[in-house]
């Protein structure tokens, strides 16, 4: 029977959808896979130790002392931004660096990489004495080579190397400033370790993995009990927070597009499954006369989909792991490490999926042949679904769910991909249940034959109508999603970054200056010039804060450093109060607090709370009068806390600013910089370039997995149109044999087929807009703007996919006479 099956073209449809499935998740999974164990393997690579101990404030010797007893080797390093300069004169240049100290022994676990010549060079030992090791794109930047002499503070080294890679630095994309590596030996005579400094200290720890679980556990509980703040202990589980938040959205964002290509893919298994059930109705009749008992139907059919399930799904991997060779290639980039092979739990996993997909969606019809009835070779009619075959229906709806928290990996975000896929499928469905009630009254409105035997004919079969639009509409929605709404969430997205953002940002300017900066930055753009007032938050309401005030971690570390406050009398550009109003008399001298929302909520902080800050010695009291929300995309100047100027103007401040320089007049800011020696100039440009390059190699992958959802968006459209398309031959031949004329029947069915592409063009642009508005707002957090141009294009592209669909069955009937037409039938 399989092989008749498949000869007929039975089979081939089905194995096409399930491949389509199983490979876009296969995909995901096997680049997720090879990330997450290239990290885990590489764990010592990614740290350049076991464990780190990180901290604010130094390391104590006891911490030496505990891992000398464990038998762990130690190294240092610390780590802080600072400036550089090279030249003398007219010449001399500087450039914001991150300065690195490290200590012998560094590091413990990879290796520090050095460029010699065209190649890059592993070493093991240290910058000397006096001497430094620095990134490529400082020598350009400071327009030095290797030999040259650079200042950082009140030491002078001798630039002997440039860094290829540093195992601990991370993923490339994080560094955003040049290095710049000496021996720690050097650190003191820099001067630079002052009292306010923003260092961070490292401990690096090596050893016997029960060594190191020994002496992470012993620390942990002395830095509890003793209520030790501002330190962290770091593993490959905790550690490289932004690496690993990057890698967790990005997969969990290719794991919803993939399976968006599954769910597609999944509707047209089911409706394929279906047409599969209608065609074998008389055959399995006929065996039941023959004498084939119900659960020899069953067994006979369930062993044939079960071939058919293994060999689509291996078919599907094959497919999966080819593909994911073009995601790392495009993506691999996240990860400056080497990957290992690939594991077989995705291709366990991509079968397994291939198997519930043809559970959960082909059984349910298929099951129905179970109960076909001796008389179906003699009554030609099909009887209602009894209960089990309903029951199948509810198995592959859990199924369904089962999969998409599987996949997302988060039971909220798979709640909420299923819950919006049912009620859709039900709105989709009620809508065009809704739409066939109302053309039945508008049957007799035109004196149109075609359009009155469309309408019958739509009524005749309310199910397969509603069945027909449903999936059109879901199948569209996706072809939509790929073409118009994805263009323009993209195209969103990228703004988020736009091209024009600053990339300057000039800290610590002297009341005295601002208006001289100001006539230098006017050549670029308008200069916006904000104060900036140091102050810290020691007191909300009654409560007096303390380090330990908060059981969340970042909300006391928010408490214990200095807030960057400022003051303005209008609302920043890309400021949006959410909550209260902003101040409406600026003359006023009562203190009032607009808050930037993020931080309300991590403080706990609401409309009408007294915020005290303590600002160089001086008590301030402000009401939170408004809740802000900020752009924090924009690269611009934004601050968590405004206060009104009356109440702020004899507070000590400062002033910052933010402008983009074009790139071939980047001497600017190095004249900037000697004129106002004690001015920071921030450099921000290679940020920007990086983010753009990580937004553009994700969309590339992005795009590369639509093309399975535009696989899985066309095999629904096709089986959508030819699902019904052997019972419309069958009543357009009845039709001719009963005196409809070639010309009626062409436009009746014209008119059919335009009603129903064009309203499941509708639904398929509305539901493609929704899927973009939510995207927008919960998942890339930018503005999005509807487009009413993507409901005409989804109305005209349905209405096409319809006729033309239409145009393929109809030709097929008109060509033979009806009688061949019924008996084939």
């Known amino acids: 029977m399989t092989q008749r099956d498949w000869r007929a073209g039975e089979l081939r449809f089905l194995l096409i959808a399930l491949m ?22 590489d764990a010592h690579q990614v740290l350049g130790a076991d464990l780190l101990v990180v901290s604010t404030q130094g390391i104590r010797p006891e911490w030496k002392q505990l891992a000398q007893q464990n038998g762990l080797k130690t190294a240092e390093t610390v780590v802080f931004p600072s400036m550089a300069l090279a030249g003398e004169g007219d010449a001399a240049m500087s450039k914001l660096v991150t300065l690195k100290a490290v200590t012998d022994g560094y590091p413990l676990r990879g290796k520090l990489k050095l460029v010699q010549g065209e190649k890059e060079v592993a070493v093991d030992h240290i910058p000397a004495v006096g001497t430094a090791w620095v990134d490529p794109a400082l020598l350009g930047s400071l327009k030095i080579a290797i030999g040259s002499k650079i200042s950082v503070g009140e030491q002078q080294f001798t630039v002997t190397q440039s860094i290829a890679a540093e195992p601990d630095r991370g993923a490339g994309f994080l560094g955003f400033s040049p290095r710049v590596m000496i021996s720690e030996k050097d650190l003191a005579a820099t001067k630079l370790i002052q009292d306010g400094s923003r ?33 962290r202990i770091e593993t490959i589980t905790n550690g490289n927070e932004q690496l690993r938040t990057t890698l967790d959205r990005a997969e969990q964002f290719l794991s919803m597009v993939s399976m968006l290509s599954a769910m597609l893919a999944a509707v047209a298994v089911a409706m394929a499954a279906r047409r599969f059930m209608l065609r074998h ?28 399930g293994i060999v689509g799904s291996i078919a599907g991997v094959l497919i999966g792991f080819a593909s994911h060779f073009l995601l790392l290639e495009w993506l691999g980039g996240l990860v400056s490490v080497d990957l290992p092979a690939a594991s077989m739990l995705p291709a366990l996993q991509g079968i397994a999926v291939g198997i519930l997909l043809l559970v959960g969606f082909a059984m349910p019809p298929i099951l129905q042949l179970r109960d076909v009835p001796h008389n179906q070779v003699i009554r030609r009619e099909q009887d209602a679904p009894k209960a089990m075959s309903l029951a199948t229906y509810a198995l592959g709806l859990g199924i369904f769910i089962a999969l998409l928290l599987w996949q997302t990996g988060d039971v909220k975000v ?66 939509l999603l790929l073409t118009v709404v994805r263009g323009d969430l993209i195209s969103a997205w990228k703004q988020s970054t736009p091209a024009d953002a600053p990339n300057h940002f000039v800290i610590n300017i002297q009341p005295d200056q601002k208006e001289e900066i100001a006539q230098r930055v006017e050549k670029f753009a308008k200069p916006m010039i904000y104060p900036m007032i140091r102050g810290r938050l020691i007191q909300i309401n009654d409560q007096v804060l303390k380090p330990n005030s908060y059981q969340d971690e970042r909300a006391n570390s928010l408490v214990e450093r200095e807030f960057n406050l400022s003051t303005m009398s209008e609302l920043p550009a890309l400021n949006k109060v959410v909550a ?16 930037e929302e993020g931080l309300a909520k991590t403080l706990k902080l609401k409309l009408g709370d007294q915020m005290v800050f303590d600002i160089a010695g001086q008590k301030v009291s402000a009401k939170v009068t408004s809740l802000r929300k900020l752009d924090w995309g924009s690269m611009r100047v934004n601050f968590f806390v405004v206060i009104n100027p009356k109440a702020m103007q004899d507070m000590p401040q400062t002033f910052i600013t933010a402008f983009r320089v074009p790139d071939e007049q980047k001497q600017f800011t190095n004249q900037l910089t000697l004129d106002f020696p004690n001015l920071t100039v921030m450099d921000v440009g290679a940020i920007l370039k990086q983010l753009q390059d990580i937004l553009d190699q994700v969309v590339t992958a992005v795009e590369f997995l639509f093309l399975f959802t535009l696989v899985s968006g066309i095999l629904v459209l096709y089986a959508a149109l030819a699902g019904s398309q052997d019972i419309r031959m069958r009543e357009a031949a009845l039709l001719r044999a009963l005196g409809a004329t070639r010309k009626q029947l062409s436009q009746a069915q014209w008119v059919e087929f335009l009603l129903v592409g064009s309203l499941a063009g509708a639904l398929a642009a509305c539901g493609a807009l929704a899927i973009g508005w939510v995207l927008a707002t919960f998942a890339f957090k930018f503005a999005w703007t509807f487009s009413p141009v993507v409901i005409g294009a989804g109305v005209v592209v349905g209405a096409v996919c319809a006729l033309l669909g239409g145009w393929l069955g109809l030709r097929n009937v008109l060509s033979q006479p009806p009688l061949l037409s019924l008996r084939n039938s």
Request: aromatic share 10%; hydrophobic share 55%; with cysteine.
């Open 199 to 231: 260092i961070t200290y490292r401990l690096l720890l090596a050893g016997e993995k029960q060594a190191v679980e020994n002496f992470r556990v012993t620390l942990d509980k002395s830095l509890t009990e003793q209520n030790v703040k501002g330190v």
């Open 281 to 308: 109705i008389d055959a399995c009749a006929m065996l039941r006369c023959l004498g084939l008992t119900q659960n020899q139907v069953t067994s006979m059919y369930l062993l044939e989909f079960l071939m058919l």
């Open 20 to 41: 389509v499935a199983v490979a876009s998740l296969s995909s995901v999974g096997f680049f997720v896979d090879r990330m997450r164990s290239g990290l885990e393997r």
């Open 414 to 479: 798979g709640l909420m991909v299923a819950v919006g896929f049912i009620l859709g499928l039900f709105l989709f469905s009620f809508i065009a249940w809704l739409s066939i009630f109302v053309l039945k009254r508008l049957r007799t409105s035109f004196n149109f034959a075609a359009w009155r035997f469309a309408i019958t004919a739509l009524q005749r079969r309310p199910g397969a109508t509603v069945v027909q639009v449903v999936s059109l509409s879901l199948g569209l929605m996706a072809l």
């Open 580 to 595: 209260g109003e902003w101040y409406k008399d600026v003359s006023a001298t009562e203190p009032e607090a607009s808050v």
